[in-house]
C-alpha cells in the first residue's frame, strides 16, 4: 500500500477523533463547570467530587477499558444498542465510537475546573447583579453573561485537548483497541513495527511525522489563542 496517501488518509481520522471528543468533553465541561460555580450548594459539592474522582484516574486505562467493553461487546444488550444507534450517526466502527467517548469522558475536568472558577468570579460582577435585580432568571443570565464570558477559556481548551484526543487515538489504536478498518497512525505504527528489523522505516516515520506536525500546529494555535483571548496575558 502507498505509504503516503495511507498517512495522509490517516490524518481525516485523527481530525475526526480530536473533533468530536474534543466536542463531547467541552459541552460536559462547560455544562457542569457554569452550573456549579453559579448555583453552588450541593450542586457544586457533587460536581467537585466527580471532577476529583475523575481526575485521579488513570486517563490511559480508563479509556483502554471502556475501549475494550464497546468493541468486544462486553456490555449489556441495551448499552449496545445505543452504542450501535450513536456509531450509525457519527459513522463510527465500534472501536472509533469507543475512543470518541472514552476521551469525551474523561476529559473534561480541566475545562469544568476553569469553566467553574470563572463562574464563580462572574457571578459577582455587577451586570450579573443588575440582571438579578431586574428579575432575569438564571437559566438566562448563564446563557447571556457567563456562557459568552468563558467562551475564549473553551477554545484555548478545545485547540489544546484537540491535540491530546489525537496522541491517545493513536496510543489506543497502536495497541489494537481503538480504529481497526479505518487509515489510522496507530494502526500504521503498529503494522510498520514488525518490519521494521527489515530496514523498512518509513512506513513508522510517515505516521510519526505526520503526527508531529498536527499536534505541534495545532499546540502553537492553542498558544497563540491563549495570548490573543485572554486579557491578562494580553501585553500593554
Same mark, same amino acid.
Given at each position: 500500500r502507498d505509504v503516503l496517501l495511507r498517512a495522509i488518509a490517516g490524518s481525516a481520522t485523527a481530525v475526526k477523533v480530536?473533533?468530536?471528543?474534543?466536542?463531547?468533553?467541552?459541552?460536559?465541561?462547560?455544562?457542569?463547570?457554569?452550573a456549579a460555580g453559579f448555583y453552588g450548594g450541593k450542586f457544586d459539592?457533587?460536581?467537585?467530587?466527580?471532577?476529583?474522582?475523575?481526575?485521579?484516574m488513570p486517563t490511559l486505562l480508563f479509556i483502554l477499558a471502556f475501549a475494550l467493553l464497546v468493541s468486544r461487546n462486553f456490555l449489556s444488550p441495551g448499552m449496545m444498542h445505543a452504542a450501535e444507534l450513536l456509531?450509525?450517526?457519527?459513522?463510527? *466502527?465500534?472501536?472509533?465510537?469507543?475512543? +470518541?467517548?472514552?476521551?469525551? =469522558?474523561?476529559?473534561?475536568?480541566?475545562?469544568?475546573?476553569?469553566?467553574?472558577?470563572?463562574?464563580?468570579?462572574?457571578k459577582?460582577?455587577?451586570f450579573v447583579s443588575a440582571a438579578r435585580v431586574a428579575g432575569v432568571g438564571s437559566a438566562v443570565i448563564i446563557r447571556r453573561h457567563i456562557l459568552p464570558n468563558v467562551f475564549h477559556l473553551v =477554545?484555548? +481548551?478545545?485547540?489544546?485537548?484537540?491535540?491530546?484526543?489525537?496522541?491517545?487515538?493513536?496510543?489506543?489504536? +497502536?495497541?489494537?483497541?481503538?480504529?481497526?478498518?479505518?487509515p489510522s497512525w496507530g494502526v500504521m505504527i503498529s503494522d510498520g513495527q514488525e518490519r521494521l528489523w527489515r530496514g523498512i522505516w518509513w *512506513?513508522?516515520?510517515?505516521?510519526t511525522g505526520f503526527m508531529f506536525v498536527l499536534v505541534l500546529a495545532l499546540n502553537v494555535l492553542g498558544d497563540?489563542?491563549?495570548d490573543a483571548l485572554d486579557p491578562r496575558q494580553r501585553t500593554l
Open positions: 480530536g473533533v468530536i471528543a474534543s466536542l463531547i468533553a467541552a459541552v460536559i465541561g462547560v455544562a457542569l463547570g457554569a459539592d457533587a460536581v467537585v467530587w466527580a471532577y476529583s474522582t475523575f481526575a485521579s456509531g450509525s450517526v457519527l459513522r463510527a *466502527e465500534p472501536g472509533m465510537l469507543a475512543v +470518541y467517548l472514552a476521551i469525551g =469522558i474523561t476529559g473534561w475536568v480541566t475545562l469544568c475546573r476553569v469553566v467553574r472558577a470563572e463562574t464563580m468570579r462572574l459577582t460582577m455587577p =477554545i484555548i +481548551y478545545f485547540t489544546l485537548s484537540f491535540a491530546g484526543a489525537i496522541m491517545l487515538e493513536v496510543i489506543v489504536s +497502536y495497541l489494537g483497541f481503538g480504529v481497526q478498518s479505518a *512506513e513508522i516515520a510517515a505516521a497563540s489563542l491563549r
